[in-house]
């Protein structure tokens, strides 16, 4: 959504997004004024907010816990312009890839590793072609149940209806359904073989303060944006 809309890049600043709690009330104060919003004027509305859950780094050169662990490391990421300035910020050589192709590129060396919510890792089975697993939660990455504003239009007001409710009551048993999935994919991950350590976060954290003032200075009310969403955390 980022490539969709400026304001969407709010979700790639890292560690912006502390936990699912404060994830609901970014949705709940900030989503029908702002995301909603600036969803309509590019032709889509949201239905609702799922999630792709908490990024970590996988990678086969070494254990990453601070942000010089990554320097040099082939990190594939997706094509988001934040995510790859972001890499660069922590020294890592960000490769801009489609998903599909990282088991081969990490099979055959082309990359050395790549960041992704543990269902991601798991299901793609990376754990068979990665060493270590270093728990970042670097970005949180919301999922948007999209529907065309001019399909949405042409339907009639009961099905409108059916469709947003049925869309707002699937969110909570997503968040729950991710928690709870966490701790056991991590798990499978583990007995795949992968060696599994926790980051230094403030170091990260600490190291990510020039791509907030880029996207502060770059987008068009990103500095306070960047603060109501920080207003509203844990």
Known sequence: MSSVADTFGVFEMPYIITSRDHMRRVRDELGESVFDAAARDRGYRILAYFENGFRHITNNTRPITVPEDLEGVKLRTPKGEWRVKMFKQYGANPTPMSFSDVF??????????QENPYAQIASAKFQEVQTY???????????????????????SEDIQADLVAAAEESQEEVYRLAAELEQELLGTLEEGGMEVNEADKQAFIAASAPIYDEFGESVDGGAELVERVRALAD
């Not at 081969?104 to 590793?113: E, N």
């Not at 697993?133 to 339907?155: D, M, Q, R």
């Open 104 to 113: 081969t590129a990490l099979k055959t060396g082309v990359i050395d590793g």
């Open 133 to 155: 697993l270093s728990i970042t939660g670097h970005v949180y990455t919301p999922a948007y149940v999209l529907v065309s504003e001019s399909a949405f239009a042409k339907l």
